[in-house]
């Protein structure tokens, strides 16, 4: 049994809107579900990744609208790790994302640091050691600098060199020394790390990660929770997330990790050529979709605009 890298990592903004301009334009995600919280209907739940929606792909936020900048801290993720094909994919992003008005840094040759419109911390790095793409279609980038999934995060840790055996025992990480892990699956695999953390106090708020998630096979989720049961970390029962089932503990970093499955996806609840471009929302919470349609500020998935121009002009 082995964890298959990454699920998806999710994240608060203050501001939908420039979140889906930011994340689905000018990145080129692709905007694959409108949703709301399960346990605070009243906000919004954006999913984005690449064409399909696939495990390794998924950055997701929640909406709390107008939230005060958070600042990444002790036990908090600080910076996630996008991959892109080629040394010259990081010339096209640096010069897209500063057309775009972003304000990208070339750490180096294999590396462009930008933040979001929250603050949040992204590095494009070059993806060449193994992981297949995941890419979604974006009229205005190429494919060959199309962003092709997630690659790594990086926490701050108080002891960030030392080995965490609840990650190398219990979870199949890696270590590979200093702060430094990795999570092998079958097809796909992930950077996990920690630096030393940063004098000040942790605050999460708008631009910070609430949770990072790795995938499993379905048949293998309930021996995660025993595994980790057993090895006396608190793990939730399983939540029914309509697009995957979930349970969640805490590292002991303090990291909020959950394990997802790889299935039902994306498509689960309307077509695939369409994911994302109406809200759909939980089954207990269906009933309150006037109510939502009204009170939710509306947000246009640039593909289904996309579509609608091309409609009318052709
Ligand atoms: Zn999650």
């Not at 939730?236 to 805490?250: C, L, M, P, W």
């Given at each position: 049994?082995?964890?298959?890298?990454?699920?998806?990592?999710t994240?608060?903004t203050?501001?939908?809107?420039?979140?889906?301009?930011?994340?689905?334009?000018?990145?080129?995600?692709?905007?694959?579900?409108?949703?709301?919280?399960?346990?605070?209907?009243?906000?919004y739940h954006?999913y984005?990744?690449?064409?399909?929606g696939?495990?390794?792909?998924?950055l997701t936020w929640?909406?709390?609208?107008?939230?005060?900048?958070?600042?990444a801290?002790l036990?908090?993720?600080?910076?996630?790790?996008?991959?892109?094909?080629s040394?010259?994919?990081?010339?096209?992003w640096?010069?897209?994302?500063?057309a775009?008005?972003?304000?990208?840094?070339?750490?180096?040759?294999?590396s462009?640091?930008?933040s979001?419109?929250d603050?949040?911390?992204l590095?494009?790095v070059?993806a060449?050691?193994g992981n297949?793409?995941?890419q979604?279609?974006?009229?205005?980038?190429?494919?060959?600098h199309?962003i092709?999934?997630?690659?790594g995060?990086?926490?701050y840790?108080?002891?960030?060199?030392?080995?965490?055996?609840?990650l190398?025992e219990?979870?199949?990480?890696?270590?590979?020394?200093?702060?430094?892990?990795r999570?092998?699956?079958d097809?796909?695999?992930?950077?996990?790390a920690y630096d030393?953390?940063?004098?000040?106090?942790?605050?999460?708020?708008?631009?910070?990660?609430?949770?990072?998630?790795?995938?499993?096979?379905?048949?293998?989720h309930?021996?995660?929770q025993?595994?980790?049961?057993?090895?006396?970390?608190?793990?939730?029962?399983?939540?029914?997330?309509?697009?995957f089932?979930?349970?969640?503990?805490?590292?002991p970093?303090g990291?909020?990790?959950?394990?997802?499955?790889?299935s039902?996806?994306?498509?689960?609840?309307?077509?695939?050529?369409?994911?994302?471009?109406e809200?759909?929302?939980?089954?207990?919470?269906?009933?309150?979709?006037?109510?939502?349609?009204r009170?939710?500020?509306p947000?246009v998935?640039?593909?289904?605009?996309a579509r609608?121009?091309?409609?009318?002009?052709a």
């Amino acid at each position: 049994m082995r964890l298959e890298g990454l699920h998806h990592i999710t994240m608060i903004t203050g501001d939908a809107q420039s979140n889906v301009a930011f994340y689905a334009d000018v990145l080129g995600l692709r905007l694959v579900k409108k949703t709301v919280n399960f346990d605070d209907p009243s906000a919004y739940h954006l999913y984005f990744g690449d064409e399909t929606g696939a495990p390794g792909s998924i950055l997701t936020w929640f909406e709390f609208a107008g939230a005060a900048p958070g600042r990444a801290g002790l036990g908090m993720i600080h910076t996630l790790q996008l991959g892109v094909p080629s040394d010259a994919s990081l010339d096209f992003w640096q010069q897209r994302l500063a057309a775009k008005g972003a304000n990208p840094t070339r750490v180096s040759e294999r590396s462009l640091k930008v933040s979001d419109p929250d603050g949040l911390q992204l590095e494009l790095v070059v993806a060449d050691d193994g992981n297949p793409p995941l890419q979604a279609a974006h009229h205005e980038v190429p494919a060959e600098h199309a962003i092709t999934g997630l690659e790594g995060a990086r926490a701050y840790s108080m002891f960030h060199g030392v080995e965490e055996q609840v990650l190398t025992e219990v979870l199949g990480f890696e270590h590979q020394g200093g702060g430094e892990y990795r999570v092998q699956g079958d097809e796909r695999h992930f950077h996990w790390a920690y630096d030393e953390a940063p004098a000040w106090a942790p605050r999460s708020g708008a631009g910070t990660v609430h949770h990072i998630a790795w995938a499993s096979q379905d048949d293998d989720h309930l021996k995660w929770q025993a595994r980790v049961r057993e090895a006396d970390g608190y793990i939730t029962d399983v939540k029914d997330r309509d697009y995957f089932n979930a349970i969640y503990f805490r590292e002991p970093r303090g990291v909020l990790f959950e394990i997802a499955t790889m299935s039902p996806g994306f498509a689960a609840d309307e077509d695939a050529e369409r994911l994302g471009e109406e809200l759909r929302l939980p089954r207990q919470h269906e009933h309150l979709r006037a109510q939502l349609e009204r009170s939710l500020q509306p947000i246009v998935n640039p593909r289904a605009a996309a579509r609608e121009t091309s409609e009318v002009s052709a």
